[in-house]
């Protein structure tokens, strides 16, 4: 039994990490719902408290690694990361972990989809009849933005870019399409091009920094940098739980990178022989290039990122390194937790 439970464990960890890694789920609120569902197994799936916490621990260092750049990802491993910490000090028993991990996750679940939302609500007030909206890559916080602005009777267009490598635009496209939303499709090198026919930019956000910059899909920054020169307004939808704490202190949000056999489009087998191929998948958006940032507690200026940072996380930011709270756990398991 002890060994099927934890064949159920590993199997179902890689095939979370492995959609994870490969951008089968595309938002990135979906990859945090999943990454914790997959936290939440490391007690589930474990027969005593030591075994939990090594579990969890492993669960937490391949989520991380799978996605470095979502920050919103870190901060809800963190907060459970902190209370398991924190109960474990306290004596709790295995039984008493698995409740309030599952507490936290419908918590955080609930917080999530809430801010979401409420963020979307405010951004569809920025939507008028006859606009042509561009965005990129596929959010689900854009789409229910745009979704709810239909829904009002405001009638407009999207243009949606590709969004490669990954292609993610083409479901987005699709997405509205099936909505009765008229879309038109373009490829990233187009942007500029199109430009001059839009309205409004709305993006999704996977990281924000504490001085505005924004990290999402790869060719945001050139979405920005067109839009900022013909006078277009950018606006970014994104939850405060994708705000970064410790980049007020100068750390950087980690970029990835991809091979292209990771890539899930198909690739000319004469590119795939090329060793040093590589392709980003996020990139930075200066603050400069965005007029707002429409989160749940309001529409603000880049510039307001790091007062609504302090306002959250207290002034020095009181917050753990996600490595030094696992040390303090492996700690406790060498220690022989029970």
């Known amino acids: 039994m002890i060994f099927l439970v934890k064949n159920n464990l590993i199997k179902g960890l890689e095939e979370g990490i492995r959609k994870i890694e490969n951008f089968e789920i595309y938002s990135s609120t979906d990859v945090v719902v999943e990454g ?106 854009v789409l229910t933005l745009l979704e709810k602005a239909w829904e009002k009777g405001i009638r407009f267009q999207v243009y949606v870019v590709e969004s490669r490598p990954g292609s993610e635009g083409l479901f987005t496209a699709s997405y509205l399409d099936n909505k009765g939303i008229p879309v038109t499709l373009f490829v990233d090198s187009a942007v500029r091009f199109f430009m001059k026919d839009v309205d409004k930019v709305f993006v999704g956000a996977e990281a924000i920094a504490a001085n505005g910059a924004v990290v999402n899909k790869v060719g945001t920054s050139l979405i920005a940098l067109a839009a900022h020169e013909a006078r277009v307004r950018v606006f970014v ?7 970064s704490p410790e980049t007020i202190f100068g750390e950087l949000v980690k970029l990835m990178l991809r091979p292209i056999k990771r890539l899930p489009e198909r690739i000319p087998v004469e590119l795939s022989e090329v060793p040093a191929a590589e392709f980003p998948l996020f990139d930075v958006t200066p603050p400069e290039y965005i007029d707002a940032i429409i989160t749940e507690r309001g529409v603000v200026a880049p510039e ?17 390194k996600i490595a030094d709270i696992t040390s303090e756990l492996k700690a406790m398991v060498q220690g022989g937790v029970k």
Do not use: H
């Open 36 to 141: 914790l569902r997959l936290l939440c197994n490391a007690f589930v799936y474990s027969s005593v408290l030591d075994e939990a916490i090594e579990n969890c621990i492993t669960v937490v260092q391949r989520l991380l690694k799978a996605r470095p750049t979502s920050v919103m990802l870190s901060n809800s491993v963190r907060r459970i990361l902190e209370k398991v910490n924190t109960l474990l000090k306290d004596g709790a028993s295995l039984d008493e972990l698995r409740g309030m991990v599952k507490e936290e996750y419908n918590s955080l679940v609930n917080n999530m989809n809430k801010a979401l939302e409420a963020v979307a609500l405010m951004g569809s007030k920025r939507i008028d009849d006859g606009d042509v909206i561009l965005t990129n890559s596929y959010s689900r916080t």
């Open 237 to 243: 939808v994104a939850s405060t739980l994708k705000f």
């Open 304 to 320: 307001a990122v790091i007062l609504l940072v302090r306002d959250i996380y207290g002034w020095p930011p009181r917050l753990k």
